[in-house]
T-cell receptor, first 116, second 115 residues
Framework: DAGVIQSPRHEVTEMGQEVTLRCKPI?????LFWYRQTMMRGLELLIY????????DSGMPEDRFSAKMPNASFSTLKIQPSEPRDSAVYFC??????????????FGPGTRLLVL | AQTVTQSQPEMSVQEAETVTLSCTYD???????LFWYKQPPSRQMILVIR??????QNATENRFSVNFQKAAKSFSLKISDSQLGDAAMYFCAYRSPNTGNQFYFGTGTSLTVIP
């Protein structure tokens, strides 16, 4: 299996621009998570989906952030408009609940976002 | 929400020596799962070891083992025969069956391995 795939791996953009991060979970996994990691705040859960349905988006910082999962193999996290404080590493992770209650999350390599 | 605390922001260990990373958590539940993840400079999050709360036996994975103290709500990671490749950020994580598949992560411990 290729694991969780994220694109792009690096993104540099200017303040005010729209940014779209992409994620392909491991095939068959029914949970998908978006995290943000910064030095100041550590690893934060932004939103997660179960069977393509958003379950908890309480971690989404503000209306500038939105996430979608149109099908089981693809999800996007969009920031519009982007701000310098959005600079962080964004991780996508997936997991399979039917694998057992001890099933772990598998992380993608992350997208390093820099907003100038 | 559950909280996971890693009180050691940084740790260092001499190569080939043993080091223990601490993790405590706050929960009122009796059934849950605990994990240690490793994040090397590449930023990839890698599962190191996991423990089911209902199991009394501590989990081990080669040079990695845990000391799970359920009453004390403590879940420490012991790395034996430390290697240079063990240098990374280590995150402790908690998962409850009652919160779906959501994980709660600690703030991490940065481990340096001294040659």
């Amino acid at each position: 299996d290729a694991g969780v795939i994220q694109s792009p791996r690096h993104e540099v953009t200017e303040m005010g621009q729209e940014v779209t991060l992409r994620c392909k979970p491991i095939s068959g996994h029914d949970y998908l998570f978006w995290y943000r990691q910064t030095m100041m705040r550590g690893l934060e859960l932004l939103i997660y989906f179960n069977n393509n349905v958003p379950i908890d988006d309480s971690g989404m910082p503000e209306d500038r952030f939105s996430a979608k999962m149109p099908n089981a193999s693809f999800s996007t996290l969009k920031i519009q408009p982007s701000e310098p404080r959005d600079s962080a590493v964004y991780f996508c992770a997936s997991s399979l609940t039917s694998g057992g209650p001890q099933e772990t999350q598998y992380f993608g390599p992350g997208t390093r976002l820099l907003v100038l | 929400a559950q909280t996971v605390t890693q009180s050691q922001p940084e740790m260092s260990v001499q190569e080939a020596e043993t080091v223990t990373l601490s993790c405590t958590y706050d929960t009122s539940e009796s059934d849950y799962y605990l994990f240690w993840y490793k994040q090397p400079p590449s930023r990839q999050m890698i599962l190191v070891i996991r423990q089911e709360a209902y199991k009394q036996q501590n989990a081990t994975e080669n040079r990695f083992s845990v000391n799970f103290q359920k009453a004390a709500k403590s879940f420490s990671l012991k790395i034996s025969d430390s290697q240079l490749g063990d240098a990374a950020m280590y995150f402790c994580a908690y998962r409850s069956p009652n919160t779906g598949n959501q994980f709660y992560f600690g703030t991490g411990t940065s481990l340096t391995v001294i040659p």
